[in-house]
């Protein structure tokens, strides 16, 4: 589809701007952005391709995510009231883009955390772990590690295309954008990995058309072990073997696939099978789409790469009309000042594009530290601040475990780097909360460049809170007197106790192994939990090819027979596992019972907030679980 032009000759603050606009857009409509002027009408109608695809694909695979056969997809199964589907594969990435207007381009994980806490509402997968983790007082990229089991899903693989926009010609900035976005939700996984494969792909996609030469460069941006990698690079093998099509599905699956259908690896294998055995747009759109799996993001970024590849002309009119170029965003993504089209879409992520070529190029660049430690949480001084002005922090768990038992003690690592020109004096402490003694302090000198360690040891009460949050006090002075004085926030969890089969045992996160084997079979584990308020909570209890019981005060609320699957996600534990009930508040005692007659059984136990909650969207955070045994 060609791209009709109108040329508006805007003038803001006495600054003539130029803003291509196609056939879709009202004439006259105007975008605010401050910039001198936009790039060739070429980049600007790419980037738009881009952003079309991207819709046009999500709008085809979104009613048939998670069907895993092979299907027969001819057209749309399902058109919007608008034409096109909402989709987390685009809001999310209105999410990264009100961040970047937020903060500037030297955004860290932590900031986008937490318009992800203001702005997102979702329960899926990964992103309900990575919001109970933040919720609960973690930042990334711990936050994307600790207690979840998706870090090796879609959700950060389809978050690619704007940071591939935004730094246009820069892959280093991409893949750099891609990892402060990951980590959020998929730190150390295979997400990770996809994530940073597609924004490294796509924006070489905007300077070459050599297909199988951009996804080789792309693939040198993340581990040769991943399994991303594997797939990536196996589905290349294949095409240049010149295995037929017809087999290819069959391959992947059988080398690179899982039960999960968000897995990222034999999707991101889809989506390359579909760019390399396509003829044309509808050709590999349907190809990807009847693999099957998780169709919504497989085919939304194979249409957003053909976009960016080939540009408008490359899509036909009979996939992009029924579209159109709104944005429709997802009710369970809220307060947001987002585009209304495509069009202001394209205008603000090039403003973005244009001042990311003001940045040095070295400030975008991933370190070894990030990719090799995500069990850490870093912090800047003054806080905000680009890289870290002064000093940064990191800050580690003994054993990588944010949780200690009451009367436990727990060892806690920080790790300082002084970045600034000066000669630092700083003496470091704990600031002690009720339940917490910590005495130790240590007095640090660190010359301009130089880093230090300081550890310490924190011993709980027998009474402490489900969540604890502490204090790093950091003194600097300065002509024997305090300069300065930062506050560095972390969280300690109580441990939960549980009786498993008899035997008081301290379980981390939501996992419950059973770990001696029974002659009869049956398992069983309780505690207490505490709700301040009475109020409706979900409970879920998923396990694999078990038959599961559960009991709260006595009553049995749930009696499941043994499902096939183990998919422990807040929406997707099987509706035989879950059920959601109105609780008094007060201490309740709940015992789930699980029956295997060969291995001792895995299970995960939540307890979450309702589906529907009383703003729009949903919203997932684990309740106070008071220790207790039965």
Known sequence: MPLTSIIHLLNINKTNVIIYTNNYNKLGEEY?????????????????????????????????????EQMQLTWYPKLGDNGVLPNDDLDLQLVNLHTIEQYGLHFTPEQLGREWMEHVFYPYDEYGYAMTAMRNGLIPPFSGIYNNPFTDCMGAPIRSEIWAAIAMGNPDAA?????????????????????????????????SNDLQKIIQKSLSYIPDTSRVYKAVSATLN??????????????????????????????????????????????????????GYDTDCTVATLGSIYGILYGLDFIPKKWSAPIG???????????????????????????????LTFEDKKDFQLKECDINDFYVQRFNLPQGSKNGYNLSIAIKYENDNPSIEPSGTKKMFFHLENKSCSKWN???????????????????SMAPCDSADYSVCITATDVILQQNHLTLVIERSHDNNIWTKDEIPFVLFRRPAWEINGKIVYIDGTKINFDTPKADG????????????????????????????????????????????FMPA?????????????VKKGTHKVIATAYSKENP??????????????????CYTFLDVKTGTI
């Not at 585009?339 to 603000?348: G, H, Q, S, V």
């Not at 704990?430 to 302090?441: L, M, P, Q, T």
Request: hydrophobic share 40%; aromatic share 10%.
């Open 32 to 68: 605010k952005i401050n910039m001198k002027n936009i790039n060739e009408k070429e980049t600007y109608e790419r980037i738009y391709a881009g952003w079309l695809g991207k819709n046009i694909g999500g709008t085809l695979g979104t009613p048939v995510e998670g069907r895993m």
């Open 175 to 207: 893949a750099t954008f891609a990892w402060h976005d990951a980590v959020i939700d998929h730190a150390g996984g295979e997400g990770m990995w996809g994530e940073i494969f597609y924004a490294v792909l796509e924006c070489l996609a905007y300077e």
């Open 238 to 291: 294949y095409y240049n073997d010149g295995i037929p099509f017809e087999k290819v599905r069959g391959l992947i699956l059988e080398h690179h696939g899982s039960e999960n259908f968000t897995d990222a690896p034999q999707n991101l294998a889809f989506t390359i099978a579909g760019l390399l055995w396509g003829k044309d747009f509808e050709d590999g759109l349907l190809k990807t789409v009847n693999m």
């Open 325 to 355: 170029n709104k944005i429709v965003v997802t009710p369970s993504v809220r307060g947001l000042d987002a585009p209304k089209d495509i069009d202001e879409l394209t205008a603000r992520v090039i403003k973005q594009m244009k001042l």
């Open 426 to 444: 700083i003496k470091l402490y704990i600031k002690n909360i009720e339940g917490f003694i910590s005495n130790d302090e240590s007095l640090i």
């Open 522 to 565: 049956i398992y069983t584990a309780g505690t207490f939990f505490t709700l301040p308020n009475d109020r409706n909570v979900k409970i879920f209890c998923a396990g694999k090819d078990i038959p599961i019981k559960v009991n709260l005060d006595g009553e049995e609320i749930i009696n499941s027979e043994a499902q096939n699957q």
């Open 570 to 582: 807040y929406n997707r534990v099987p509706l035989s596992q879950t059920i959601e009930v109105y």
């Open 601 to 618: 059984p895995c299970l995960m136990f939540g307890l979450t907030a309702p589906v529907i909650t009383s703003e729009p969207g949903r």
